[in-house]
């Protein structure tokens, strides 16, 4: 099956810093998804990115769909972006790697 | 937006005992259930796979008498962990498709 790799895995923040986040695939895909995970495990969307650009905010993505990659920018952090971020492809089913844990510290 | 509702959010019971999780979609029908189970730091992971008023697909080492999924409405679908040991505490979540797909708020459930 599809494999998904991201990096970092673990990220430590000062706030107001910038940071981006890797999403690796290892086939082509029609979907691919972004989302943060809360403290209480909680799943925010944040983008459906299978191509292009988007911005939301404080976020945007780009995805790379003919090299296979996927790219968080997360700028001015905050404290509350903390959690864990996780990239998933696929639709039927979802697959998801293993996730990028972010701590944003005052 | 399409929402789906998962009860309860937090379970504790005790070993050799059962739990029911239920997910209910509120404003559509969920032809599909997706039932994922996350441990501690880790990924989510994909245990079964239900279509509305059929069996559930079980992933490769889940074991299907332990997890019995039920699909038997458009809006219902239940996964019951039977004679649970501590090794099945983990984060349950479910994902609802009809013409899009939702994620349930997810279970912690914790054997003791």
Redesign the interface.
């Known amino acids: 099956g599809i494999q998904v790799e991201q990096s970092p895995p673990d990220l430590i923040l000062q706030e107001g810093a910038n940071s981006t986040l890797r999403c690796n695939f290892s086939d082509s895909v029609n979907n691919l998804q972004w989302f943060h995970q809360n403290p ?4 925010i ?1 944040l983008f459906y990115i299978p191509s292009g650009t988007k911005q939301n905010g404080r976020l945007s993505a780009t995805t790379v769909a003919t090299e296979r990659y996927s790219l968080l920018y997360i700028s001015s952090s905050q404290t509350t972006d903390s959690g864990v971020y ?1 990239c998933a492809v696929g ?9 990028t ?1 972010l701590s944003v510290i005052a | 937006g399409a929402v789906v509702s998962q009860h309860p959010s937090w379970v504790i019971c005790k070993s050799g005992t059962s739990v029911k999780i239920e997910c209910r979609s509120l404003d559509f029908q969920a032809t599909t259930m997706f039932w994922y189970r996350q441990f501690p730091k880790q990924s989510l992971m994909l245990m079964a796979t239900s279509n509305e008023g059929s069996k559930a697909t079980y992933e490769q080492g889940v074991e299907k008498d332990k997890f019995l999924i039920n699909h038997a409405s458009l809006t219902l679908s239940t996964l019951t962990v039977t004679s649970a040991h501590p090794e099945d505490s983990s984060f349950y979540i479910c994902r609802a498709g009809g013409d899009g797909y939702t994620f349930g708020s997810g279970t912690r459930l914790t054997v003791v």
Do not use: H, S
């Open positions: 209480w495990g909680q799943l969307n996780f639709n039927t089913p979802l697959v998801f790697g293993k996730g844990r």
